[in-house]
């Protein structure tokens, strides 16, 4: 990505809510539209456990700086991941042991394109042109049978173990994630959530609420998830971060020097 690219600015929101059930809230969400970071953790382990691991992660990245490259912002992003999970993994032992950690969800932007790096259940959405498309894909024990072909979507659905993660930050020695990465386009719409929302939204409804309510603003459509969730339930802590990309065109002095033959006509 060289300094004459596409870039974007960004509309950014977040809320979080403990929900009915929980004492207290082990997610942790940030946006920090500087480095171009937006990221949902959900932490598990219980108080002083959970909340730690979702901290840790989201205070870790808060000092990613300002990337010259999506490259370089990748490497930052993991590498303060890598100490943000040794810290997790050295407080579940001064705890006595047991599982400490906590799901990632996150989008990385530079210039014109994205990465999206992912552990556990919380999840990446894209709202573009009027369609939704889950960009992550769960790190879980439902999500592998059902890819295996062993289990079917309705079966799915009502599957006991369907919440046990097979993946997570602070639960082994180095972190793993699955990276997406692709190309950004104007107008478009990131949904970052854990699955405290996800259990009472499905796909189809949260693509209706976004394409009903293309011009209410993000703190507005954060607090009508987040609400709704709590109404139907709230047995999970609820966390929400929407961001829209804005393309922005190039000011003068950078036209001016990526077409010198047209310098004084512009």
């Given at each position: ?149 062993s289990i079917t979507e309705d079966q799915a659905a009502n599957w ?76 999970d802590n609820i966390s929400v971060v929407l961001f829209r990309c ?20 512009l």
């Amino acid at each position: 990505m060289t300094d004459l690219g596409r870039r974007f600015r960004f509309d950014s929101a977040l809320k979080s809510d403990v929900g009915r059930v929980r004492k207290i809230n082990e997610d942790s969400a940030l946006c920090l539209t500087d480095s171009g970071i937006w990221v949902v953790a959900d932490g598990m382990g219980g108080h002083a456990a959970g909340d730690f691991a979702s901290q840790t992660i989201t205070g870790m990245l808060e000092t990613v700086g300002v990337p010259v490259s999506l490259d370089d912002l990748k490497v930052r992003f993991m590498e303060r991941l890598s100490l943000a999970n040794a810290r997790i993994i050295a407080h579940a032992q001064s705890l006595g042991g047991g599982t400490v950690g906590a799901t990632l969800a996150s989008v990385l932007i530079h210039g014109d394109r994205f990465a999206c790096v992912w552990s556990g259940d919380s999840r990446v959405y894209r709202f573009r042109a009027g369609q939704l498309m889950q960009i992550s894909r769960d790190h879980t024990e439902v999500q592998a049978l059902l890819d295996a072909g062993s289990i079917t979507e309705d079966q799915a659905a009502n599957w006991p173990r369907k919440n046990v993660i097979t993946r997570a930050i602070g639960v082994t020695d180095i972190p793993q994630c699955d990276v997406v990465e692709d190309v950004l386009l104007d107008r478009d719409l990131f949904l970052i959530c854990s699955d405290g929302l996800t259990e009472y939204y499905e796909n189809d409804e949260i693509a209706s609420v976004l394409a009903a309510s293309p011009d209410t603003d993000l703190d507005s459509l954060c607090a009508q998830f987040v609400s709704t969730a709590v109404e139907r339930g709230g047995k999970d802590n609820i966390s929400v971060v929407l961001f829209r990309c804005h393309e922005t065109p190039p000011d003068r002095q950078e036209a001016l020097w990526a077409f010198p033959e047209f310098e004084g006509t512009l």
